[in-house]
């Protein structure tokens, strides 16, 4: 069945530096969500993705689909201690799968 | 109700013991989705409804999960002779429509410590 893959688990920032989650997926994805949970809170959805190649932005978040529909950034410029927190890709095949999660944490 | 409401929040059970785990679907959704998650893994797949009828329950680990939503709105997630293993944070989500491009609203979950 359909496995999502993120990389890294862990991802210790310096307040103000940029960094990248990556996301793959072993299967083509009609779509990809992107969610975050703070510590001790649950997933809240931040954007989605459906065209291949497409790139969204929130304020400093990018978020990019890969050509093949497989796989999906998150990009974090100028970080800071509101971004602290686990962030999650979910693809969805025939059903919403989860990946693992990056945990940011950052030091000011 | 403004969010998707779970109860009890937190849950302690004995091994062996029946729990029952509710979930209040933010009004008008029609999916609702139940995820386990693990301490420090993203949440897993367990069941699916679409108003009424459960579409899918390949995530079910075993028998002794069962799941219903008997009105198309509140769902109860239901594990029997609990086991230490069953340990973790019970997700429920709501979305308002049945298309893959529906965004899911989370609950805070129900954390359950199997003793």
């Known amino acids: 069945g359909q496995q999502v893959m993120q990389i890294p688990q862990y991802q210790h920032v310096q307040e103000g530096e940029d960094f990248t989650t990556y996301c793959n997926s072993s299967t083509t994805l009609s779509n990809i969500q992107w969610y975050k949970q703070r510590p001790g809170g649950h997933p809240v959805f931040l954007i989605q993705?459906?065209?291949?190649?497409e790139v969204k932005k929130q304020k400093r978040l990018t978020f990019q689909f890969g050509e093949a529909k497989k796989n999906s950034s998150l990009h974090i410029t100028a970080t800071q201690t509101t971004d602290v927190g686990t962030y999650f890709c979910a693809g969805y095949d025939y059903k919403l799968s989860f990946g693992a999660g990056t945990t940011v944490t950052v030091r000011a | 109700g403004a969010g998707v409401s779970q109860s009890p929040r937190y849950k302690v059970a004995k091994r062996g013991q029946d729990v029952a785990l509710r979930c209040d679907p933010i009004?008008?959704?029609?999916?609702l989705f139940w995820y386990q998650q693990a301490l420090g893994q993203g949440p897993e797949f367990l069941t699916y409804?679409?108003?009424?009828?459960?579409?899918?329950k390949s995530g079910l680990p075993s028998d002794r999960f069962f799941a219903e939503r008997p009105e198309g709105s509140v769902s109860t997630l239901k594990i029997q002779r609990t086991q230490q293993e069953d340990s973790a944070v019970y997700l429920c989500a709501s979305s308002l429509g049945w298309e893959s491009n529906e965004k899911l609203f989370f609950g805070s979950g129900t954390q359950l410590s199997v003793l």
């Open positions: 409804f679409q108003n009424e009828a459960q579409l899918d």
């Open positions: 993705l459906v065209k291949s190649g």
């Open positions: 009004s008008g959704h029609v999916s």
